[in-house]
């Protein structure tokens, strides 16, 4: 199994940023593709943005133009970063690899966008 550790949440005014972290357990190389989902109260989760093994990159409308995704395969791990910040951002942010058979979570980390 793969586990998966997200880190860099916080609390942050609007039109900040915050870098979020996602480490595996494991070599991220061979995996196709990684991504960061979100989900606010009452909502369901939805994606953010993916990134292939070949550094393919998708996004939500929402997101374009403010959040980069970009993954060090030395390191094991993925990045999320976000910029100009809105309030509309506020919410749990989730690391996800599917794998053959599987789809693999971590347990997620706290964004607020509030002043």
Not at 1 to 14: C, D, F, I, K
Not at 71 to 97: F, G, H, P, W
């Amino acid at each position: 199994q793969v586990r998966l550790v997200e880190s860099g949440g916080g609390l942050v005014q609007p039109g900040g940023s915050l870098r979020l972290s996602c480490t595996a357990s494991e070599s991220i190389r061979s995996f196709v593709v990684l991504g960061w989902y979100r989900q606010a109260p009452g909502n369901q989760r939805e994606l953010v943005a993916t990134i292939t093994r070949i550094g393919t990159t998708n996004y939500a409308d929402s997101v374009k133009g403010r959040f980069t995704i970009s993954r060090d395969n030395a390191k094991n791990t993925v990045y999320l970063q976000m910029n100009r910040l809105i309030s509309e951002d506020t919410a749990i942010y989730y690391c996800n690899v599917p794998i053959t058979g599987s789809n693999y979570w971590g347990q997620g980390t706290q964004v607020t966008v509030s002043s």
